[in-house]
């Protein structure tokens, strides 16, 4: 895989077809270690998946078994609830928890095979759901290769790494650690298309330098917002992203009050906030949907149905999950947070890496190895390139960071293995340690090589598929 990495003259002339083509070669690796996967697994929750004849529908035509083995291999685990729900919407109250937008999106592509003219199949839902997500992460693939070119050849010289840059970027996301999990019927390829696309739009929407810029700047912002919000209804994690214009719009309140009291900058503000709405109602919205079937009009309210705010996400994870601050910190649990731990580790370091060191050294092939954590910040005098490429990189750090926090203090720890996917900084880091052939120094003389970091991403992913598709643990 590092031969692949190592971005030759021919990849570079055709990236996005070498990526797709890359894409098909890696699918094509976990797809035959899913079919040869032994047994059933100690669950076999997946063959009680509804059939069409208890949904009343009447089925012209059945998979064959191999077909219907090689769905079967996909739906583990969380995938059950997914196609379920897809299948018959949410009917018990933990099935909130699943993401709202992802089983309607799932729904309208089952729906539309029918539409078509195509007799509805046996397991219509997980098939559409595999489609869901492999169309959505090839689609990440390549929204990732275009918000890093953007990033990469903001800088004010000719970066001629940034082709180089945005390639390995892109590679690292077909293989990221989540693995078989953005292949099967999962949230998280989605979500990555929504969010990458999102932080696409974000990025060039304050790339203008010029006045005549300003009115589609503010538009891309709030459109930025719109699409960040729809990944929030995906994944409830995406809200963590509405930091991105709290922060902008913190600052540019201040502007306004001390400096710049223009038309512009209102606008900016103003466009900021709603973006932060859309992002916040995208949250909300399955919350009141939730509120209405189980709170409304009901002879006994649910215990979260009196709550100050009455949230069914909260109350699922809390009381089915146990989910809470410190609380999955058990002994028993020590062997997910051993697993846990090279994610959470690389995710806070490399969110450190945007957040506190200056970018133009690393994306000119120069990366030197800094030690994290010492105090180069950007200073007023630098160019606007410069300020707009750092300042963009550290907002997209910033959620990233808060991510592996919570991860960590909140939820299922192992979790932050794919929910990590969706995170581009992560890419970045480890691509600009791969194109200048340079290794991460850390306090006290350790270093990270990246060719040893990449060789762990593809065995976990190897080794994870299997395990998934023969429903074993860790999921």
């Not at 300042?391 to 979790?415: C, E, K, Y």
Request: aromatic letters at 14%.
């Amino acid at each position: 895989m590092l031969s692949i990495l190592d971005v030759s003259k021919d990849l570079s002339q055709y990236p996005q077809a070498s990526l797709i083509a890359l894409f098909i070669s890696w699918k094509l690796v976990l797809l035959f270690i899913a079919i040869a996967s032994p047994g059933l697994g100690y669950d076999t929750s997946t063959f009680l998946l509804p059939s069409q004849s208890s949904l009343g529908i009447n089925s012209e035509i059945k998979f064959k078994d191999p077909s219907k083995h090689i769905i079967n291999k996909f739906v583990r685990w969380d995938a059950i609830y997914f196609t379920q729900i897809a299948q018959r919407g949410y009917l018990f109250e933990q099935e909130w928890a699943f993401g709202w937008g992802f089983t309607r999106l799932v729904n309208l592509v089952g729906r539309s095979i029918s539409f078509m003219g195509i007799a509805r199949l046996s397991h219509s839902e997980a098939m559409a759901g595999i489609v869901v997500a492999h169309a959505s992460h090839l689609s990440s693939v390549l929204v990732l290769y275009k918000l890093s070119m953007a990033i990469f050849r903001s800088n004010q010289r000719e970066n001629k790494n940034a082709l180089a840059l945005a390639f390995v970027s892109a590679c690292l996301h077909i293989i990221a650690p989540a693995g078989i999990f953005l292949s099967a019927p999962y949230a998280e390829s989605l979500f990555s298309l929504l969010q990458f696309s999102g932080f696409l739009l974000y990025a060039k929407s304050v790339e203008g330098k010029t006045q005549s810029y300003l009115i589609w700047r503010d538009i891309g912002i709030l459109f930025a917002g719109i699409l960040l919000g729809f990944a929030t209804t995906v994944r409830s994690n995406g809200i963590v992203a509405g930091i991105i214009f709290a922060y902008d719009a913190v600052l540019d309140a201040i502007n306004l009050l001390l400096y710049n009291r223009n038309l512009a900058t209102c606008r900016k503000l103003l466009c900021e906030v709603l973006a932060g709405l859309a992002i916040a109602i995208g949250a909300a919205m399955p919350q009141y949907l939730a509120y209405r079937e189980f709170c409304i009009e009901q002879e006994e309210l649910r215990p979260w149905c009196l709550k100050y705010i009455p949230s069914v996400y909260a109350w699922v994870q809390s009381f089915y999950w146990n989910n809470g601050f410190m609380k999955y910190w058990t002994v028993s649990n020590v062997p997910l947070f051993i697993l846990a731990t090279p994610m959470m580790f690389f995710m806070t370091l490399s969110a450190s890496w945007a957040i506190w060191e200056n970018f133009e050294d690393n994306f000119d092939g120069r990366f030197e190895g800094h030690t994290v954590g010492h105090d180069r910040f950007m200073t007023a005098q630098q160019s606007h390139a410069e300020t707009y490429l750092s300042g963009v990189g550290r907002r997209l750090a910033l959620p990233q960071l808060v991510l592996a926090v919570l991860a960590f203090t909140n939820s299922h720890v192992q979790i932050i293995t794919r929910i990590s996917s969706g995170y581009p900084v992560f890419y970045w880091w480890l691509a600009s340690m791969i194109v200048s052939k340079q290794n991460q120094k850390l306090y006290g003389g350790f270093k990270i090589k990246p060719e040893l970091v990449v060789r762990v991403m593809v065995m976990y992913g190897l080794i994870q598929g299997g395990l998934f598709s023969s429903f074993l643990p860790p999921a």
